[in-house]
């Protein structure tokens, strides 16, 4: 899925524009709904003028991370978003507008069934929650506020992927263990009972574990086994899907009760930061990574070659440049799906080869890989092997450029040297057809 259609499948309010001129390159179709647009009429606008009917500021992110009123729409906004690598390789500001109104409302019906302390103690691990725009040190800081508030020995985050459940956060107490790596990638099916449960917008309460002793074996076991004695578990939910758990083990007794009215709060607040998160890592890998391919795209290039040039030169370097050779011509005779097979067979070959090294679609039919402090003979012998991969009956898929130095002091200049040897390469054995007799021969 490309990043624009991932994010209009999002519900909440999505635009894309320059930093430098204002003008927006992308409104998702829920935005567009919402200022009465017709699809892609918003694109090439002053985001200002059109969606905030005053000059805004929010494209040097000013207010991002804050709520602001948008006069356009009559309503309040929590702007969140951040610099991304384009499509066209410049760099824009992506803003996402979550409904503030929405959000106290959902919050106001959880704070109504709880006293002025719970209360209290929510709205301090609210605020840790968004203490720091690292999301794992938000997150430390406010499970360790909650594990104080509660008194309990632990108190963890469990998210669900597929069939799977990683504990992803964990606070402990002074002198308890942590159990953080033991329970990485266990089935969910492990946990039926709290699946049902979770399912049911219902949360997990034991208040003695030994009660479980004969009505549920395994669970009793799989708690003695942490030694939770007593636990309160309450489901996170996102758009009415079950993305994982906040557990405490052993809340002290006579405070389950609390312990549990303070979870139901906390799980929506804990849920809406995980899908946050899990939207913008989504949006970050689709940033820096080739949808076709799997491989890093130009942005990542561009980025990973300033830190390069940035940092202490590599003992040596090595740079192999690919050109598929007569992709037009495949596209033209055999399709652009057979031209995708094309892309895919050669950049599945470059990573193999160079696995452990990044490797780049610098966009169309172009491939790069930096290869810092790789041996020469280590070098050859890769390219060598990588060439032998992409021949097919006596014709090469792609146009290979290598070139390896110890005198790291220019890397343009190596890499440039290597792209000529590509071209050289393309000149020799890079004939149009080649591609279109390679694989237009499988369909045979």
């Known amino acids: 899925m490309e990043l624009l259609d991932f994010l209009d499948d999002i519900s909440e309010f999505v635009y894309v524009v320059d930093p430098h001129t204002c003008k927006i390159s992308y409104l998702s179709r829920g935005g567009e709904r919402l200022f009465g647009l017709q699809p892609g009429g918003a694109l090439g606008q002053e985001c200002d003028s059109l969606l905030w009917g005053e000059t805004c500021t929010f494209c040097q992110g000013e207010f991002l991370g804050r709520e602001r009123y948008n006069p356009v729409l009559g309503k309040t906004y929590l702007l969140k978003g951040g610099r991304i690598g384009w499509k066209d390789g410049s760099e824009k500001l992506l803003v996402i507008g979550f409904d503030a109104a929405k959000k106290r409302k959902r919050a106001g019906e959880i704070y109504s069934d709880s006293g002025a302390d719970t209360e209290k103690e929510i709205l301090l691990c609210a605020r840790e929650l968004s203490s720091s725009p690292r999301f794992s040190l938000s997150m430390q800081r406010s499970l360790m506020q909650l594990g104080g508030c509660i008194g309990c020995d632990r108190v963890y985050v469990f998210e669900f992927d597929g069939d799977r459940a990683s504990n992803t956060h964990e606070w402990c107490a002074p002198g308890v263990e942590s159990l953080k790596n033991r329970y990485q990638g266990l089935p969910r099916q492990a946990a039926k009972r709290w699946e049902r449960l979770f399912s049911e917008s219902r949360g997990v309460v034991i208040a003695d574990a030994e009660d479980l002793l004969a009505v549920d074996p395994e669970e009793y076991a799989a708690l003695k086994k942490r030694g939770a004695r007593s636990l309160v578990a309450a489901p996170l939910i996102s758009e009415n899907e079950v993305i994982g758990f906040l557990a405490a083990d052993n809340p002290p007794a006579g405070r389950t009760d609390k312990t549990r009215i303070l979870f139901a709060a906390l799980s929506y607040l804990y849920a809406n930061a995980i899908a946050r998160e899990r939207l913008y890592e989504k949006m970050r890998r689709m940033s820096y990574f080739d949808s076709l391919t799997g491989l890093h795209n130009r942005n990542s290039y561009i980025n990973d070659l300033k830190k390069l040039k940035k940092g202490a030169p590599p003992r040596s370097l090595g740079v192999v440049f690919l050109d598929v050779n007569g992709l037009k011509s495949v596209n033209d005779s055999l399709g652009h799906e057979k031209g995708d097979e094309v892309l895919r067979f050669v950049s599945g070959k470059f990573?193999?080869?160079?696995?452990?090294?990044?490797?780049?679609?610098?966009?169309?039919?172009?491939?790069?890989?930096?290869?810092?402090?790789i041996g020469e003979e280590e070098f050859s012998r890769r390219t060598s092997a990588l060439r032998e991969k992409i021949l097919s009956g006596g014709h090469?898929?792609?146009?290979?450029?290598?070139?390896?130095?110890?005198?790291?002091?220019?890397?343009e200049e190596i890499i440039a040297a290597a792209d000529k040897d590509m071209y050289e390469d393309k000149r020799l054995h890079g004939g149009e057809n080649n591609l279109v007799h390679i694989f237009g021969r499988r369909e045979e």
Request: negative net charge.
């Open 396 to 411: 090469l898929a792609a146009a290979v450029g290598a070139k390896w130095s110890d005198a790291v002091s220019d890397i």
């Open 351 to 373: 990573s193999e080869i160079f696995g452990e090294y990044k490797c780049y679609r610098l966009g169309g039919d172009e491939f790069i890989t930096l290869c810092p402090d």
